[in-house]
């Protein structure tokens, strides 16, 4: 009975670790999102500066 409580054991922590490692992927990827986004955003507003300038003009 400890044996399979050993084993039970060891196969948690396999699987912790594997759940550990997808969560940083997982955070890293949505690091990566977030910056992609924030980049996206930058080039978006400086073209709706440039087409309220452009408008304000007469």
């Not at 196969?11 to 980049?39: G, H, P, Y």
Request: aromatic share 6%.
């Amino acid at each position: 009975m400890l044996q399979g409580f050993a084993q039970s054991d060891k196969r948690f922590e396999a699987l912790q670790a594997n759940m550990d490692k997808r969560f940083e992927q997982v955070d890293k990827r949505l690091e990566s999102l977030q910056s992609s986004m924030d980049k996206r955003f930058e080039q978006v507003d400086k073209r709706l500066g440039r087409v309220i300038n452009s408008l304000s003009v007469p």
